[in-house]
């Protein structure tokens, strides 16, 4: 995509008016998008518009809850008929759960896939007739390294990126049949520092938990929050979602912080039993588990085998 295109092209962003979200929508009105921001709740994008205004750039903020496929449709018609047409589209909108698998209730489970993974594909099928208009669209779907390597305590989000991971793929190759200029792109950050909490909740059912809960829902979850409150700024992400927009060739993955391409890379080298070690280690968990011992005559075993 050259300068002189762009400057008339349209890109909707789910989840913008915080983070990631609000990062790229700046970042892509920078670069001449006609930016659509969206949020369940179009009040919340204050800070959204007083950077933009810093910054001297027209960004349009609607209302879209990405669980609600009226609510989808009518920020699509609403870009149809303002612009007619819809080139890019960042799905970036989603949340997250603390705490062990087995201690997530069914609701939870349900509801965090009907964000992450449904709410996802429902935007993106709502939005492709849009792209049609124009014979062209790109799909960035923001996933995680946590979509590639699971982390004790994180399981279910983790398993809403996996799951992302496997229908972008499938639908990368699916619109190769539309034509050259329509691609699927994944996005896959480490640690970024964004309220990530704030999108989150704990384990409904911690007090009825399993044995190990108490370690994940805190020891683990204490080590996520650490990540990320040391991580970069999410303008980081947001150049590389820019990049992904206009380069002609894109990749169909953008990797994003070292740490985020060592832990793929290890991921892809080591054995199962030698990486399982190295993440329990970070996770915090091993440190848990030895002051457990020390206190206790019956310890925890280490379920790393």
């Known amino acids: 995509m050259t300068t002189d295109q762009q400057a008339t092209q349209t890109a909707l962003i789910t989840g913008a008016f915080s983070g990631i979200g609000l990062a790229t929508a700046l970042r892509l009105a920078q670069d001449g998008w006609r930016v659509y921001a969206s949020g369940r709740n179009v009040s919340k994008n204050g800070e959204l518009i007083t950077q933009a205004r810093a910054l001297g750039v027209e960004i349009k903020s609607i209302a879209m809850d990405v669980t609600d496929e009226s609510s989808i449709q009518t920020a699509i018609d609403q870009i149809a008929q303002e612009s007619g047409r819809l080139d890019l589209l960042v799905n970036n ?51 995680s390294i ?26 990368r190759l699916e619109f190769k049949i539309l034509g050259p200029d329509f691609h699927v792109i994944l996005i896959e950050p480490g640690f970024i520092k964004t309220h990530f909490a704030d999108n989150s909740s704990n384990v409904e059912h911690a007090t009825q938990a399993t044995p190990y809960g108490a370690s994940y829902a805190t020891t683990a979850a204490n080590t996520v929050q650490v990540g990320i409150d040391n991580g970069p700024s999410p303008k980081i992400v947001a150049d590389v979602i820019a990049k ?8 169909s993955r953008y990797g994003v912080t070292n740490t985020a ?21 970070i996770s915090g968990l091993g440190k848990y588990i030895a002051t457990h011992r020390a206190i206790n005559k019956h310890p925890l075993q280490n379920p790393v085998r």
């Open 93 to 143: 909108a989603g949340g997250g759960i603390t705490g062990a698998v087995t201690d997530s209730s069914n609701r939870q489970i349900r509801q965090l896939f009907e964000t992450n993974v449904i709410g996802v594909l429902a935007v993106t099928r709502l939005a492709l007739p849009l792209m049609l208009r124009h014979q062209q669209g790109r799909v960035i779907n923001l996933s």
């Open 244 to 251: 992904a927009a206009r380069e002609r060739n894109p990749k």
């Open 146 to 171: 946590l979509g590639k390597v699971a982390f004790p305590g994180m399981g279910i989000y983790a398993a809403t990126k996996f799951a992302m991971e496997g229908f972008s793929d499938a639908m």
């Open 261 to 281: 391409k060592m832990v793929m890379f290890l991921r892809r080298l080591l054995p199962n039993r030698m990486f399982d070690s190295i993440m329990f280690s």
